[in-house]
């Protein structure tokens, strides 16, 4: 086969629009062909080449949104010598009428698709599950980037939380952490009044928004749109589009859908975060945020969960209900959080502390770094500064029951043993720790005020 130049006068020759298309991108085009497409002939004539994987080698036809309300027909010859020629004209009427409505029903597809994915995902796979759906709308549109912005408005803040990129576009989710919600003034408020932001050319955006035209120009958009994303009435973030390659003509009758698809991922971050919510009261204890009994269960399920040299303890208020009955549960309660928080200050990060009730706690130490009745003691030597409760300063015991595990022991077996040295220690006096399997009864380790 002649090289594209010896083509030239062949293509100049044809009555329609021709592109000559390798294997990488348009070859050559004819002055039609310029007329028409101008600057976007090499993006138009690279989605001509993608009707090669949907045809294969032989001729084929079809129609493409061209992009600023043109619809094109193409006639796609078959290759030879790696080289086919596409001719292009604007579609009739009736052909951009059946265009549309059959992007119209795969739009509508999509949406669907969408939808039973994400209400399938799980939450480990929602965050891809959401990147994919983002894609795939992308994909639709033609677009360049896709993302998901999530608003916090105890900081102040918004983040980019998840993002699709064509091939060759910069990903931007790194550089958008953590900016103010007062950064892009005039975007927050339109979408604060549920108003949809869309831009065909930046060149149409109001000098209100030159903050917002900087951060676009600098990530290389030509063309956006940008879609609240609401839970219940409030404002959680946004869905956005960009174009980078070319102008996007946004098309009204697209965007009822993607505030449907906006609802489908808030829904779907909102079923998350109440799954989580619902799992953590589950497994912690509603008065101190520890966990409870049910979290130590689930943790220490396998029945060798304990290795050697594990330090497990048993610890409960001395004399708790004399709090409750001198001062009010309000100040038995507060006393309960102290304890809670100096137990954890006390202990390592791979180290639980539970509360399982009443003024009873539980520690479980995987990995100590000292030996047991040295840990024991800085333990029960918590309460040595005293508490606060209800206006005065009170000195409060606890009693600590420890066991070493001396091989993969289950949990249950050990919190036993530390049972009975704790109910030991509170025999002997209180304030005090005893290790279990041993003769070692310690002194009180202060002296608590009389009642």
Known sequence: MDGPADLQPCLDALPLAALLLGPSGVVAANALAHEMLGREAAGIGARVIAAVDRHGPGAARGVLDAGEGRILE????PSCGGHRVALLRAADADVRLRHRLERRLEFERLLTRSSAALMRSGDARLDGEIETVL?????????????????DEAAGTQSNTHEWTAPGVSREVQNLQGVPLDTFPWLLERLRGDAVFSYDRLEDLPPAAQAERREFEREGIRS????????????????????VRRHVAWNESYVVGLRLLAQMVAGALDARALARQLRR???????????????????FLPGSACHAGTLVGVVDVDDFKRVNDHHGHAAGDAVLREIGKRLTDVLGPEATVARLGGGEFVVVEPSPSEPATRLAARL????????????????????LGMVEARGPACLDALLERADAAMYRAKATGKNRWVLAGTDLVTEPEFDTLPD
């Open 281 to 299: 009261q589950a497994m912690h204890d509603a008065l101190t945020g520890l966990p409870n009994r049910a979290y130590l269960r689930q943790r």
């Open 135 to 151: 894609g795939n709308v992308g994909g639709f549109f033609d677009v360049d980037r896709a993302y998901v912005f999530l608003i």
């Open 74 to 77: 193409f006639a796609l010859g």
């Open 380 to 399: 029960v030597g918590i309460a040595a500064r005293p508490f606060e409760v209800a206006g005065s300063l009170q000195a409060i015991g606890i009693s």
């Open 224 to 243: 956006i749109l940008i879609v609240p994303l609401w839970s219940g009435a409030r404002l959680r973030g946004f869905i956005g589009f960009d174009a």
